[in-house]
């Protein structure tokens, strides 16, 4: 995924990837949804940003799919 151009786009800018927040993981799931990206298309873009909060040390950084309204997988 390239995660930091979706992020540009949203209208963020990241130097340190140490430095996202949750905010900027909401605008990018947000650009997904409005792109009309499939659930499942998110949902895999997400369990790889949560591998990689996972190596940032950052591991409660992405929330459940639930709680970012991600809908069931067709």
């Not at 140490?18 to 009309?36: C, E, G, P, R, S």
């Not at 949902?43 to 809908?71: E, F, M, V, W, Y």
Request: proline share 3%.
């Amino acid at each position: 995924i390239n995660f930091t151009h979706d992020l540009i786009k949203s209208g963020y800018k990241i130097i340190d990837i140490k430095a996202v927040k949750l905010k900027h993981i909401l605008a990018v799931v947000k650009y997904w949804q409005d792109k009309k990206l499939s659930a499942a298309s998110i949902k895999n873009r997400l369990s790889a940003l949560r591998k990689l909060s996972d190596l940032i040390h950052k591991p409660q950084l992405i929330p459940k799919n639930t709680d970012l309204n991600i809908g069931k997988r067709n």
